[in-house]
């Protein structure tokens, strides 16, 4: 079987040497004095297996990722800084197909090493803490990866058990909640005196809801603010100088109990100098997310005034906090930071290209590995007499989604046959999950009629979720609808080219209904917002619901095949939560998406239109989709589609006729 290889080239090698050989001293470096040390922390986030610049999905090198790469960013600081950290922020275990070659054909015996954990040990990490992603294999699994590293894992807010004490420092945690590392510093004039550096970790506490058939009864979470501003104190009693938080939580300035991305009040916790973060896939400090939120300072990258830094994910940047620290008496303080985020690539004339090379060691030791998971991806299973891709997939119905309900209908009705629940009719819900967005023009799923590999299901079904059953009634199943029809912006009746998808509704939270039949009419206010809440009570996007040719009955009850995250409540999709589940089935769906195609032979996943939007006279609408779908625009059924010039950042743009 032929591989791939990942030799250097002289290209790539130049870039590298170059990112190493052409250093510009910080600042601090410079003005250091006797009484005062310059220390850079960097940090890598959510790298997701990506250990390597390739894209197994695609089964081609990709310069957008890759810890190797990331790498050489790393060693270039290391190079020319006086004193240096490095931490992870966590999600390394899973999200692309080597790490699922390992946690299910490979294994994980006692005393392996994990291919990420082999590259993330010769960079020699300082610490690292847990993100959701390394729960998705079981925690035995997990506790196997995490016993072959040579750094230590912290994480506060994860509990043994099912029950939290009267307060977080009684907990009984399944990891240590800090560490306080003993490091030596050189100041300005060349002498070296000890620091003492607090870490301090954080996960998100729904957890307990992504990946409960793993959690539930094993262990539970706590607030991540509550348990900080428990710990921390503990820590400066301790005698760290500096207290650092690894928070796997993203940026959001919203208040509330156990939230998901809680790093800005993280940084207002008392007694944190420094706060890394990860989870959400964007990039802090910088000139795109975050803006204009009160207290985050995107141009100097702090938050409530402490430094902070997101590096993107899979390897994309390297997150740097520079810190200037000042003796006083016998310990350390911060005096001044700075924080910026290292791209491994930048987007040139809609191509993308490579900032550095790779770390070579890297590369070599995971050769073997890499060959292996080429073979595991690569392995047919079926054949498809029609393309599957997901160019139009937020606009209309879609050949990528449709195999994914089909394969979970088929499913749920063998396992339900024999059930009390066998007489209720079964749907099938389904998002996409490859439809550019952060990706890239180059994030869609494009599979050719012909053989179906492995490969190719893993890029329908990007993550190991588990698939489940949920019981609802007609009136709820318009309710879920009318959630996902959220991602459309409202637009004005007569009016030409109106911007269509609202960017701040995730792609993965459009779930299609496959079953039923439904128009979308987006001149109506969206009900919902990204994030469940009740915008406008009285809309109703959702029109012409039919279900066996009929109106829905809201009363009727029907079963609706989908998966753990879903039916755990991730999306806040109303009424839909773990009170409504009948079945947790013990397959993930991609392996029910293998096993359908294995059953059927050749699958035939064209879209049947099940759904389109409502016809608005003399309207017309954009959106962005990749370059490539020019050559499926004229499968697309029920929407009414021409090219309408380039988009942004390699995209192409296309009109609808409404």
């Known amino acids: 079987m032929p591989t791939t290889s990942l030799a250097i080239s002289r290209r790539s090698f130049l870039t590298g040497t170059a990112a190493t050989a052409f250093v510009m001293l ?14 850079r922390i960097m940090e890598t986030t959510d790298i997701h297996v990506n250990v390597l610049p390739y894209d197994y999905y695609g089964d081609k090198p990709n310069d957008t990722m890759g810890l190797s790469r990331t790498a050489t960013l790393i060693d270039a600081v290391r190079k020319e800084a006086t004193n240096a950290m490095l931490v992870d922020n966590g999600d390394f275990l899973q999200g692309n197909p080597m790490g699922d070659y390992v946690a299910y054909e490979r294994g994980m015996k006692d005393g392996d090493i994990h ?5 993330m040990n010769l960079l020699g990490y300082d610490a690292s803490t847990l993100g959701n992603h390394e729960f998705n294999y079981g925690l035995s699994f997990m506790d196997k990866v995490l016993a072959g590293a040579n750094f230590p894992f912290v994480c506060a807010n994860l509990v043994r058990g099912t029950q939290l004490a009267s307060n977080p420092r009684e907990d009984s945690l399944y990891l240590k909640p800090y560490m306080i590392l003993e490091k030596t510093l050189k100041d300005g004039a060349g002498a070296e005196h000890p620091i003492k550096v607090g870490i301090i970790g954080f996960v998100p506490p729904q957890i307990m809801i992504w990946d409960s058939k793993n959690l539930t009864g094993n262990v539970t979470t706590r607030d991540i603010v509550e348990t900080a501003e428990a710990w921390v104190p503990q820590i400066r009693e301790e005698g760290a100088d500096i207290v650092i938080a690894l928070s796997h939580s993203g940026i959001d300035t919203g208040t509330g109990d156990m939230m998901e991305n809680a790093s800005f009040h993280v940084a207002g916790v008392d007694g944190i100098d420094a706060v890394f973060t990860g989870h959400q896939h964007l990039v802090f400090p910088g000139k795109k997310d975050f803006q204009g939120l009160a207290g985050v300072d995107t141009e100097k990258g702090t938050l409530q005034g402490k430094p902070a830094v997101q590096a993107g994910f899979w390897g994309s940047h390297m997150g740097l906090i520079d810190l200037l620290l000042e003796r006083d008496g016998n310990s350390w303080k911060v005096v001044s930071a700075t924080s910026e985020a290292r791209p491994i690539y930048e987007r040139v004339d809609g191509k993308n290209n490579a900032l550095v090379g790779d770390d070579q060691r890297i590369v070599d030791d995971l050769k073997s590995e890499h060959e292996a998971t080429l073979a595991y991806v690569r392995r047919p299973v079926g054949k498809t007499s029609a393309p599957l891709y997901s160019y139009f997939a937020l606009v209309a119905d879609d050949p990528s989604v449709q195999i994914v309900s089909q394969a979970q209908t088929w499913y749920i009705k063998d396992l339900l046959k024999d059930s009390q629940w066998k007489d209720l009719p079964v749907l099938s819900a389904a998002a996409p999950f490859k439809s550019g967005g952060r990706g890239g023009p180059d994030y869609y799923t494009d599979v050719p009629a012909g053989d179906i590999a ?3 299901v893993a890029d ?18 318009k309710e879920w609808l009318e959630m996902s029809a959220g991602i459309f912006n409202q637009v004005e009746a007569g009016k030409t080219d109106q911007p269509l998808i609202n960017p701040d509704f995730p792609a993965y ?7 039923v039949t439904y128009k979308v009419d987006v001149s109506q206010p969206p009900k919902y917002d990204p994030k469940g809440g009740v915008l406008n009570a009285g809309s109703s996007r959702i029109v012409d619901l039919m279900f066996d040719g009929k109106p829905i009955d809201p009363a009727a009850n029907f079963v609706v095949a989908t998966n753990n995250y879903r039916a755990g ?5 109303p009424e839909i939560n773990m009170s ?10 991609r392996d029910v998406i293998v096993r359908y195609i294995v059953q059927e032979g050749t699958i035939n996943p064209s879209a049947d239109a099940n759904w389109s939007f409502v016809p608005l ?16 625009i004229g499968e697309v059924k029920a929407v009414k589609i021409e090219a309408a010039g380039d988009g942004e950042g390699g995209f192409a743009k296309y009109r609808i006729t409404l």
């Open 26 to 39: 910080h600042p601090f470096s410079a003005r250091a004095q006797a009484n005062q040390a310059h220390l």
């Open 115 to 119: 291919p990420v954990v082999k590259a």
């Open 454 to 456: 492995i490969k190719n």
């Open 460 to 477: 329908l079904y990007l993550y190991p979720n588990t698939v489940r059953a949920v019981a609802i009634t007609g009136a709820q199943v």
């Open 509 to 515: 939270n459009f779930d299609v209904i496959d079953g």
């Open 569 to 573: 409540g991730g999306g806040n999709f």
């Open 580 to 589: 409504k589940v009948i079945l947790e089935a013990p397959d993930t769906n």
């Open 617 to 632: 006279p003399g309207t017309t609408v954009l959106f962005e989709t990749g370059p490539k779908a020019k050559d499926f």
